[in-house]
């Protein structure tokens, strides 16, 4: 393939106000959107702030917005996103910016924390192991939830979010929707409770943009239709 | 920062757009509506001038807008209970196309009574 030679990257600078920097970057074989801003710091601008860790696709730290869309840096090729060897990459959408690429992700996890994301066990040391066999409908469903990596890529793709700020997001309710299908797990009743609020599962629209964007192909709008059902049986039942 | 059309721009997306729309525009339509059956109610020579008038072929196209949208926003609703209601499959998509087919099915069978 004769790809032409330079690749042309507009990148963030700034904070919430700012503007987009232009970088003419060295267009590579199997170069993913993380080796180009990479190669911006390393070789072009130190003082670019980005984020990444394990550049393998399994930490959740390198989310940004490429061409508009949220996505993982690390595991994205320029190949797949750069139409005409153009590229603009921006801190991810619904979160503050800290300086650059780089964004604040306290909001996205206090969240998890007010959806009750914490495992509560009900067992002590003394009891013997919990036996859940692989093939039970609750691990099942639990299993289609649970490799989230917590990118972020979701909460910034979500329209609710950026409507009301409280809501509590993809990527938590999703979590929440796991350990309600944990059949070790003894704190439905809170979780159901605090999930079933105004800023909760309910005020989910189905616009479906999680799902379309998760780079873990999760389906988060799955998870937060589960807990509809199981916050409208549990009101009815009388538990929340 | 905010996020831009690009972010956007998939199917369900569009699906939401198009019922949230369909939605408005029905419930602007409503009042019409009530207002056409009122008619009646004043004797039948009111709603039948009203009914003559609706004859006309830019008000049957107008009519027909309207049952793409009536179409659009019933298929759309019946989608979203499935995806909430129904245990969860990978379908997403072909139930969009599921949706739209039966909008335009509805259309088409619309204008075709028609003409």
């Known amino acids: ?240 | 920062m905010k996020s831009g059309f690009r972010a956007r721009n998939h199917p369900a997306y569009w699906a939401f757009i198009v019922h949230r729309a369909s939605g408005v525009l029905l419930a602007l339509f409503l009042p019409l509506h009530f207002w056409a059956l009122g008619r009646a109610l004043q004797g039948e020579a009111g709603l039948e001038t009203f009914l003559r008038w609706s004859d006309q072929p830019l008000v049957k196209l107008a009519e027909t807008v309207l049952v793409l949208l009536l179409a659009a926003h019933l298929a759309g609703g019946v989608r979203l209970l499935m995806l909430e209601f129904l245990a969860w499959r990978d379908w997403q998509k072909s139930l969009l196309a599921a949706a739209a087919g039966v909008t335009l099915a509805a259309g088409l069978i619309f204008l075709l009574n028609l003409v």
Request: hydrophobic share 40%.
């Open chain 1, 1 to 240: 393939m004769a790809a032409s030679p330079k690749l042309t990257v507009s990148v963030w600078r700034g904070m919430e106000s700012g503007r987009f920097q232009a970088f003419e970057v060295p267009r590579l074989e199997s170069q993913t959107v993380l080796d180009v801003v990479t190669y911006i710091q390393r070789h072009l601008d130190p003082t670019l702030a980005y984020r990444f860790a394990c550049r393998v696709g399994m930490c959740g730290s390198c989310a940004m917005t490429v061409n508009g869309q949220a996505r993982w840096t690390c595991r994205t090729h320029v190949d797949k996103v750069a139409a005409h060897d153009r590229l603009e990459v921006a801190p991810l959408h619904n979160l503050p910016v800290v300086r650059d690429l780089v964004t604040d992700m306290s909001p996205f996890f206090d969240k998890w924390a007010r959806a009750h994301g914490r495992f509560r066990g009900t067992r002590t040391r003394e009891d013997d192991f919990a036996r859940v066999p692989p093939d039970a409908p609750q691990r099942l469903l639990a299993d289609a939830a649970i490799e989230c990596i917590g990118c972020g890529v979701c909460y910034s793709s979500c329209d609710i979010v950026a409507w009301n700020p409280d809501y509590l997001g993809p990527a938590a309710l999703n979590r929440a929707w796991t350990l309600v299908n944990d059949v070790r797990d003894g704190g439905n009743r809170e979780r159901l409770a605090a999930i079933a609020g105004d800023a909760g599962c309910h005020a989910c629209h189905t616009l479906m943009s999680c799902t379309e964007r998760c780079p873990k192909q999760l389906s988060p709008t799955a998870s937060i239709a589960g807990l509809k059902r199981a916050a409208m049986v549990a009101a009815l039942k009388g538990g929340i």
